[in-house]
């Protein structure tokens, strides 16, 4: 079954992951199915990696199986994305075989989604800022760990949709377990948003979510 979960979180978010089992002409064709007209963002011919292509219609299968009166995803001049014809807020991540969505009503949200990879650790100077980077190391360079930072900060980004450096987005430090809660600061010009974020350790991949509410 292609919608390999559905779940109502407690802050009123849902959240949705499609696991890839279909083939391209079969993910295509159940797309075709759906009726949707396509606007001048829909350019999935134009991707060269198959993967691509295929993420780009599990998203709109996912979207249409779990998102009321789903018309379709358009993206705004900074590249995020959000629905046609509806104020429900979206997230959307994919990574190899998988695509999840976060959506709200109301809120804005940020999910991501990332199979478990070593070539991680090749950039870990790029987004830990020297008190993640000390924690880190304190707690023997675990993967998971490594893979929660990156995560987070790549939901809180998707929350503020540009302007927002990934070392800006300041963690508290939190317990390494199968799945758990975190604190996230993020820094922006206009003040500091603080940010509840949860993950989950998934058997291949690491899953985080984020519904913000400034009130």
Request: net charge negative; with cysteine; aromatic share 10%.
């Amino acid at each position: 079954m292609p919608l390999s979960l559905k779940e109502n979180l407690p802050d009123g978010s849902t959240l949705c992951v499609w696991t890839i089992t279909e083939t391209e002409n079969e993910l295509k064709s159940r797309f075709e199915g759906l009726g949707l007209e396509l606007n001048e963002n829909d350019t999935v011919e134009s991707y060269r990696i198959a993967r691509k292509r295929m993420q780009w219609y599990a998203a709109r299968l996912l979207s249409a199986e779990c998102v009321p009166d789903f018309q379709g995803i358009y993206y705004d001049q900074f590249g995020a994305p959000h629905l046609v014809e509806s104020d429900i807020c979206v997230s959307y991540s994919h990574s190899h075989d998988k695509v999840a969505l976060l959506f709200h009503s109301d809120h804005e949200v940020g999910v991501d989604i990332q199979r478990k990879d070593e070539k991680l650790k090749r950039i870990e100077d790029k987004f830990l800022n020297p008190e993640e980077k000390k924690r880190y190391e304190a707690n023997g360079h675990a993967l998971e760990e490594l893979h929660i930072l990156w995560g987070t900060k790549e939901a809180v980004f998707k929350v503020h949709k540009h302007h927002l450096p990934f070392k800006k987005i300041k963690t508290e430090s939190f317990p390494l377990d199968r799945q758990g809660q975190l604190v996230a600061n993020a820094h922006r010009f206009d003040g500091t948003h603080r940010h509840v974020l949860n993950y989950r350790l998934m058997d291949d991949s690491v899953l985080i979510t984020t519904c913000y509410n400034e009130a």
